[in-house]
């Protein structure tokens, strides 16, 4: 997976949560209005496998993925890299039982820190 920064979106059951992420080097830092996500992506020939930790950040905004504060998923999915975008499933066991669906899309390039 190409380094940048991707927009998110989570989807579980109806409800979603959407924001940035930023990948470097297979880590992945990001976050929305109520959930920060970090973790480890690693693409091979379009397939893509991980983990996340999705953590509910802000106590103001409804529980939209679940009622957990903090869930560490497994990742399972593809990423097309022609189009710059992947598709993932992420899955929890434990407390609560947590299924997410993740979209991203590529939005650009990471800076070295020299504007």
């Known amino acids: 997976m190409q380094d940048?920064?991707?927009?998110?979106?989570?989807?579980?059951?109806?409800?979603?949560?959407?924001?940035v992420a930023v990948v470097r080097q297979g880590l992945v830092n990001g976050g929305g209005p109520g959930y920060v996500w970090q973790g480890r992506l690693i693409s091979e020939d379009g397939t893509v496998r991980g983990n996340l930790v999705v953590r509910k950040w802000n106590p103001q905004?409804?529980?939209d993925l679940?009622?957990?504060?903090?869930?560490?998923?497994?990742?399972?999915?593809?990423h097309?890299?022609?189009?710059?975008?992947?598709?993932?499933?992420?899955?929890?066991?434990?407390?609560?039982?947590?299924?997410?669906?993740?979209?991203?899309?590529?939005l650009g390039e990471l800076t070295d820190g020299g504007l």
């Open 4 to 19: 940048g920064m991707y927009w998110l979106r989570l989807v579980a059951y109806d409800k979603s949560e959407e924001g």
């Open 61 to 63: 905004t409804p529980p």
């Open 66 to 78: 679940g009622m957990f504060k903090t869930a560490n998923l497994g990742i399972d999915g593809r």
């Open 80 to 106: 097309d890299a022609s189009a710059r975008s992947f598709e993932l499933e992420g899955h929890a066991h434990g407390h609560h039982v947590v299924h997410l669906h993740i979209s991203g899309h590529w």
